[in-house]
């Protein structure tokens, strides 16, 4: 899936032809990544990805034709060591979780921003699962609704959701520490004690299950 010299094959899905020369750009001038493939629609990508055999996809969620949640469905059933990266102008709860459920790894909002995207790559591909600030919002301000007091069913410390708080509104580590006062170590040490006590590997994972446990009834204990 990468070249001997070290380099992340790319493939891009986006209708849009300024947004895809836009990213296509970025990743020409990223000397860590190679753009093999640029698609106008997901039929067309469908069809050639066998030949560019990516490590990583830029797909575009409002595609003509086939939509871009199938399209992912069907990048990761071709191969699940791809990381997708969903990128959309108009996201909402049900683009999320659709786009969750088909396996998606991180989230992006347009317009996009040069930095912003190559950072979003880099933790995708480092394992992470990035989550924009406005659909971290909108997680939410959604689970909200349900139940303002699921982080009681699970016995995390006042500090422990305080940190999964700031995570769900979209603040990065170093963001955290600052607004908390305390170092950036401290921070990473409460959130591996929250992925270890909720049974997560990411921050998507734990918006998703902070959700989950609004969703349910007063009551019902978590899975």
Known sequence: MQTMDKTIAGILVEDDDFVRAQIEAWLRGAPAYRCVGSFPDGETALDEVRATNPALAIVDFGLPGIKGAEVIWQLKRGDPRIKIILITGIPD???????????????LDKPLKREA???QLEEVLAGGCPLSARAAKLLVEDYRKYRPNAYEVRPLTAREREIAELVCRGLNDEAIAKKLGI??????????????????????????????????????PGP
């Open 93 to 107: 709860n049900a683009i999320l979780f659709e786009a969750l459920e088909v396996g998606v790894d991180g989230f």
């Open 183 to 220: 170092a950036i170590w401290t921070v990473r040490t409460h959130q591996k004690n929250i992925h270890h006590k909720l049974d997560i590997h990411c921050r998507t994972e734990l918006q998703i299950k902070l959700l989950d446990l609004h969703r349910k009834p007063p009551g019902q």
């Open 117 to 119: 995207f190559l950072a």
